[in-house]
């Protein structure tokens, strides 16, 4: 399945949040420099919804806030 992630990196809290629109709004303290944010994004959603991060891939937004990620459950 594939969700649209917003990521709000730098934050003061690590939190992940459902929204209406079936999306996603990860806060987390990960830098968005060398891919941290990203790794920080697929390890949110791996423990979200308890499976392995290798099941989990940025598809689109490698460098946006806005990401589109591939769930393969």
């Known amino acids: 399945m594939k969700v649209f992630v917003k990521v709000y990196p730098n934050s003061k809290e690590e939190k992940i ?3 209406q ?3 996603f709004e990860i806060r987390t ?3 968005a420099k ?3 944010a ?3 994004v697929i390890a949110s959603l791996a423990e979200y919804f ?3 991060k290798s099941l989990v891939n940025i598809k ?4 946006s ?3 589109i990620v591939e769930i393969n459950v």
Do not use: M
């Open 17 to 19: 949040t459902k929204l």
């Open 34 to 36: 060398d891919g941290k």
């Open 60 to 63: 689109a937004g490698h460098s």
């Open 65 to 67: 806030k806005t990401k």
């Open 38 to 40: 990203n790794k920080a």
């Open 29 to 31: 303290k990960a830098q």
């Open 50 to 52: 308890n499976i392995s």
């Open 21 to 23: 629109d079936g999306g």
